[in-house]
């Protein structure tokens, strides 16, 4: 069984006509001879009604001083319902797909909420269910604590680590970061209209981007999927283009140069808001 895992964010969730979108990619791995586990984020994002922001505001509202369980009982349910949603999508056209929470998926985690890590993933119920020809719908960006059952968060850009990490223990083919962009770009294109599409990247590499500014892929995510050598694959869900390819081999050359020759930077980088001062000590 070719096990194939697809993410897809919060916008490729967030409208009928996106989940669509999601739905013609899950039956593209099918058609393919793949058995895909779909990881899904939250609904949209800051401002609108399901978001993981929005659920936060919402609870802090009424007590700016809530506690951290029920903060990630809240933060879980943007998840929950898309996983829902996007499952019952699924059923409408035929596709046999169910919805799992993180803990329903095997994740088992410590109890620090809001920045859980995964201690183990107990992967028997995927298993059964990807024998039986179900399609799991996985909550992303959540897992559950191993004595009480507790929910818990994995911190912000949770849902690629719940890709990556369900793709290390079920040992897939792949795992594809499905968003809103065509793949990891040498710059901002906001900034620099004269970005390009990078076809492929090594983990290092693209773990360095992400810790300086670019929020294509969280850097746990490829940490994760670096020390199982399980190729990533940052693709957009609205078109049909190929992605970036994160693997180990940073070779990508240019078409009139030694396939021997490794370019000198891969991409440029920013952080917003922040400022540096210097204090000299006379």
């Given at each position: 069984?070719?096990?194939?895992?697809?993410?897809?964010?919060?916008?490729?969730?967030?409208?009928?006509?996106?989940?669509?979108?999601?739905?013609?990619?899950?039956?593209?791995?099918?058609?393919?001879?793949?058995?895909?586990?779909?990881?899904?984020?939250?609904?949209?994002?800051?401002?609108?009604?399901?978001?993981?922001?929005?659920?936060?505001?919402?609870?802090?509202?009424?007590?700016?001083?809530?506690?951290?369980?029920?903060?990630?009982?809240?933060?879980?349910?943007?998840?929950?319902?898309?996983?829902?949603?996007?499952?019952?999508?699924?059923?409408?056209?035929?596709?046999?797909?169910?919805?799992?929470?993180?803990?329903?998926?095997?994740?088992?985690?410590?109890?620090?909420?809001?920045?859980?890590?995964?201690?183990?993933?107990?992967?028997?119920?995927?298993?059964?269910?990807?024998?039986?020809?179900?399609?799991?719908?996985?909550?992303?960006?959540?897992?559950?604590?191993?004595?009480?059952?507790?929910?818990?968060?994995?911190?912000?850009?949770?849902?690629?680590?719940?890709?990556?990490?369900?793709?290390?223990?079920?040992?897939?083919?792949?795992?594809?970061?499905?968003?809103?962009?065509?793949?990891?770009?040498?710059?901002?294109?906001?900034?620099?209209?004269?970005?390009?599409?990078?076809?492929?990247?090594?983990?290092?590499?693209?773990?360095?981007?992400?810790?300086?500014?670019?929020?294509?892929i969280h850097p746990r995510a490829v940490e994760i999927a670096?020390?199982?050598?399980?190729?990533?694959?940052?693709?957009?869900?609205?078109?049909?283009?190929?992605?970036?390819?994160?693997?180990?081999?940073?070779?990508?050359?240019?078409?009139?140069?030694?396939?021997?020759?490794?370019?000198?930077?891969?991409?440029?980088?920013?952080?917003?808001?922040?400022?540096?001062?210097?204090?000299?000590?006379?």
């Amino acid at each position: 069984m070719k096990i194939l895992v697809q993410k897809f964010g919060g916008t490729s969730v967030a409208s009928q006509e996106a989940r669509i979108a999601v739905k013609d990619k899950v039956q593209k791995a099918v058609r393919s001879g793949f058995a895909p586990v779909v990881v899904v984020s939250a609904m949209g994002r800051k401002g609108e009604p399901y978001a993981t922001d929005t659920l936060i505001k919402v609870l802090k509202e009424t007590n700016l001083s809530v506690n951290v369980r029920e903060l990630d009982m809240m933060m879980c349910c943007g998840e929950i319902m898309a996983a829902c949603i996007m499952a019952a999508t699924l059923q409408k056209f035929g596709i046999n797909a169910m919805a799992l929470t993180g803990g329903q998926a095997g994740i088992i985690t410590d109890s620090q909420f809001g920045a859980a890590r995964i201690k183990n993933i107990n992967v028997s119920n995927l298993h059964h269910l990807l024998e039986s020809g179900v399609i799991p719908i996985v909550c992303g960006f959540q897992g559950m604590t191993e004595n009480n059952g507790k929910f818990t968060t994995l911190g912000r850009g949770g849902s690629d680590t719940t890709a990556a990490a369900i793709g290390a223990a079920l040992h897939a083919e792949c795992v594809e970061i499905y968003t809103d962009v065509e793949g990891i770009m040498t710059a901002d294109p906001r900034l620099v209209k004269e970005a390009s599409i990078l076809k492929q990247i090594s983990y290092g590499e693209v773990c360095q981007m992400a810790h300086q500014g670019a929020k294509v892929i969280h850097p746990r995510a490829v940490e994760i999927a670096m020390k199982k050598n399980i190729p990533l694959i940052v693709k957009s869900t609205f078109s049909d283009a190929p992605g970036t390819l994160i693997t180990n081999d940073c070779a990508e050359t240019e078409e009139d140069t030694s396939i021997n020759e490794r370019r000198l930077a891969s991409g440029v980088t920013h952080l917003t808001d922040l400022a540096q001062f210097r204090v000299a000590l006379n």
